[in-house]
């Protein structure tokens, strides 16, 4: 690689800007923006924002994004009427930074793909498409709106990636099979694991081993209280069965962020205000913390790709159990996975009650170990020789 470089990453999601034009995020940290700066010497980001003060994201220990390297541009949401009316600017935008720089990384599904394909090709440009997840399962189980967008989202991400020189996958399997390229790929976890430690999995058994049959289970799932996808409901369904079976001592809390009302109706209507606990979110270091003080993870995702926190549930020996859902059933045995039905409630409680003290050890040494593939130093050393090996040629 010869002079300086300049690599364009596009993604559909939404950042924090506080009223000091400084950029925050949990998860699009500077950890994650290193993986395109290791092969590019400066990095421009387009992405949505919505607008915070910096106290609030401070006092919430949401990680500041350095701009040394980097500079974020704004662009509109092309799913809402204002977006829609914006798309010829959307265009310009993208037109302007993708004909200054060297490579293009996407990160996908994003609304924005086809515009972004189309430029890159246009101007002879090296593109890299990243696959986190099925547009089709996002938008289809979101609301009415969603089950129209799904088959026109689903159709352009398969030609998209079909089509595609480079594709990276989070997936071993899932995502490739359901959109597959003609193009070089690859499979890499977006999990950051630093260590899978020994004593994580000491202090596991030791939890189990000494859990009286009385005391409380507290079952554990991380995603936004708003989006349906995430399947929340599913859980309370099933506190709400396993009480009615005489089990009371079940308690589920939820990680994230977002508007509580149609999970809190659910909640009122089965009196499980007292067994359910909505928890702010907090640093990833803290999230690792959270997972050693719960029983039972729980991913009832009805979208996924292949989810952060289900591995990093792994890493601390956590016992897991999850729906049919995305690259979910790479991750944990078939007999703790649970099916995407009207019934799902039904079916959670039923593998809870069948989880006795010698299941539960068995699958938190067999999440440990399995949470060892993922460790961030083996998968960005496959990502990166990936990522030189384009911009090289």
Known sequence: MEGRMTGLFIFDQVISKSENEEYYDPIFTNKVFDRY??????????????????????????????????????????????????RPRVYKTIEKFVKISDVIFVR???????????????????????????????????????????????????????????????????????YPTNGQSINCSNVDIESVEDAALEKRLKKILSKKSDERIILGSIGDFHVKSKGHRFVIKALNELRKKGYNN????????????????????????????????MPHEEILSWLETIDIYIQPSRQEGLPRSVIEAMSKAVPVLGARTGGIPELIESEYIFENTR???????????????????????????????????????????FFEMVVGQ
């Not at 980001?45 to 220990?61: C, F, G, H, M």
């Not at 996002?138 to 030609?159: D, E, M, Q």
């Not at 593998?351 to 006795?356: F, G, R």
């Open 37 to 86: 700066l290791k092969v590019v010497d400066n990095l421009i980001i387009l992405v949505r924002t919505q607008e915070e003060l910096a106290e609030s994201l401070e006092k919430r220990r949401i990680p500041k994004i350095d701009t040394k390297r980097i500079k974020i541009v704004e662009i509109s949401n092309m799913l809402s009427l204002q977006g829609i009316l914006q």
């Open 108 to 178: 996908m599904p994003s609304i924005v793909e086809t515009m972004v394909v189309k430029v890159a090709k246009k101007y002879k440009k090296k593109y890299i498409l990243e696959l986190g997840g099925c547009p089709w399962d996002t938008f289809w189980n979101h609301n009415i709106k969603g089950k129209i967008i799904a088959p026109s989202r689903f159709l352009s991400t398969y030609l998209c990636i079909r089509k595609a020189p480079y594709v990276v996958y989070v997936t071993e399997r899932w995502l490739q099979g359901r």
């Open 250 to 281: 079940y308690y589920y809390q939820i990680v994230g962020k977002g508007n509580r009302k149609e999970l809190m109706r659910l909640i009122h209507k089965f009196e499980l205000e007292d067994r359910v606990e909505f928890v702010s979110p």
């Open 343 to 385: 019934s799902e409630g039904d079916d959670i409680a039923t593998l809870l009650t069948s989880l006795d003290i010698n299941e539960l050890s068995k699958m938190a040494i067999r999440n440990h170990n399995e949470a060892k593939k993922y460790l961030a130093t083996v998968i960005e050393t496959r990502r990166t020789k």
